[in-house]
Each structure stands twice: as C-alpha cells, then as structure tokens.
C-alpha cells in the first residue's frame, strides 16, 4: 500500500519559470516531509524537509508547502534552472521511525531552454 | 553531511549466486539503512542496519535473502542471496543521526543486474 503518493510521473518546464510538484500522504502518523533530487547512476541528494508543526519552509530557489488537513505537500522551485532536471522524489517518515522513509514514485522534471 | 560510498557500484551476476555490497560512512552515525529501487519503481526500505545486533527488516524481506552486517558505527554490508533475475535493482545504503542534522543521506547505489 502505497503511502506516499507522487501522482504526476513527469513535469516539463521552460527555464526561468516554476516547477511545482506535488506529493499526497495517506498516513495521518506521518509528521517530517523531505524531498530528494536523483540524477541518474547517483543516489538521492537531500534537497529541503519540513516538520508537521510547519506549513511552509524555504531555502533558496527551493519553497516547501505543507498542508496537513489535505495531507498534501508541494516543492517550488523558482526559477527554474536546466540543472533541476532530474527525479524528484517526495519522503516521509513517522516519529520514533527517523530515517525510515517512505518514498512517492518519483517525478521526472525536465527544464527546457 | 555525510560522506557514503558504496563498493561496487554496479555489477553483473549469475542467478543462484551472492553478492555482497559495502557501505562506508565517513563519520560514525546513529543509523544506517538499506533501500531497494526496482526498474521504474520508487525506493523500498529493506531493513534498519542495528550496531551490534541483527537487523531488523520490513515487510516483505527477510535474513536470509538479505542478510545485513553493521560491524561498527561507520560500516555495513548487505547480501544478496541467491539471486535472481527479480533482483537486478539498485541498492542503496543510507545513514543520518549525524549531531546538527536532521535528513538522512544517502550513497550512490549500486546498480545489479542479474541474469
């Protein structure tokens, strides 16, 4: 049972505009949010995380929103820049499991010049 | 962050045969875990690497198909057994309870292809 959902497979975005990516949750347990970039042949490299306390944390071009009554989170990314294109991958985890992620699908991001 | 390298990076193997993956941190951590990515699939905890004790696996694995060592707090091995051609995946080892950080990171993988 899939519990952390990345629904769209792909993205494609021109360079300089936002990427948005959504990832849904179904358990309610789940209180930290992380999302990972994989370029291929590399292992996942940790972008930005967000606690449940929060709805919103950001660092740099890189903004995470959580809503938890929608158990539904997103990652912006503003401006978009040709070196985002990769796999994204939505994570979470529950308390006392620290580190054991659950992950989404993943979503393909391609920037376009 | 953490330094993880995995050995080896990818490899070819015969079914009915074993493989053995390394995982070196550069510091000492609290945690270390091992994931599985199947061919267009999202990653999958295999286990929680325990220092000093068995390790504990998730649904759906078990100790002898994927026997894992933790010798100490920088290493850890993990053991594909037996293989087959279900098993060609990407492997994974990641770490986290470094002191100031709070995400876990992860190792280059190590590609397997099992024919």
């Known amino acids: 049972d899939q519990q952390v959902k990345q629904n769209s497979p792909s993205l494609s975005v021109q360079e300089g505009r936002i990427s948005i990516l959504n990832c849904d949750y179904t358990?309610?347990?789940?209180?930290?949010f992380l999302w990972y970039k994989k370029y291929p042949a590399e292992g996942p490299t940790f972008l930005i995380s967000?606690?449940?306390?929060?709805d919103k944390n950001e660092d740099g071009r890189f903004t995470v929103f959580l809503n938890k009554s929608a158990k539904h989170l997103s990652l912006h990314i503003v401006p978009s820049q040709p070196g985002d294109s990769a796999v994204y991958f939505c994570?979470?985890?529950?308390?006392?499991?620290?580190?054991?992620?659950?992950f989404g699908a993943g979503t393909q991001v391609v920037v376009t010049p | 962050s953490a330094v993880i390298s995995q050995k080896p990076s990818r490899d070819i193997c015969q079914r009915g045969t074993s493989l053995t993956i390394q995982c070196q941190v550069d510091?000492?951590?609290?945690?270390m875990f091992w994931y599985r990515q199947q061919p267009g699939q999202s990653l999958t905890l295999i286990a929680t690497?325990?220092?000093?004790?068995?390790?504990?696996?998730e649904s759906g694995f078990v100790i002898d198909k994927f026997p894992i060592s933790r010798p100490n707090l920088t290493f850890s091995t993990l053991t594909v057994s037996n293989m087959s051609p279900e098993d060609s995946s990407i492997y994974l080892c990641?770490?986290?309870?470094?002191?100031?950080?709070?995400?876990?990171?992860f190792g280059q993988g190590t590609r397997l292809t099992v024919v």
């Open positions: 967000i606690s449940s306390i929060k």
């Open positions: 690497a325990n220092q000093g004790s068995e390790a504990t696996y």
């Open positions: 990641s770490s986290g309870g470094q002191a100031g950080y709070t995400e876990a990171f």
């Open positions: 510091s000492q951590v609290t945690m």
């Open positions: 994570a979470a985890s529950a308390p006392d499991s620290w580190g054991k992620l659950q």
């Open positions: 358990n309610s347990m789940f209180d930290y």
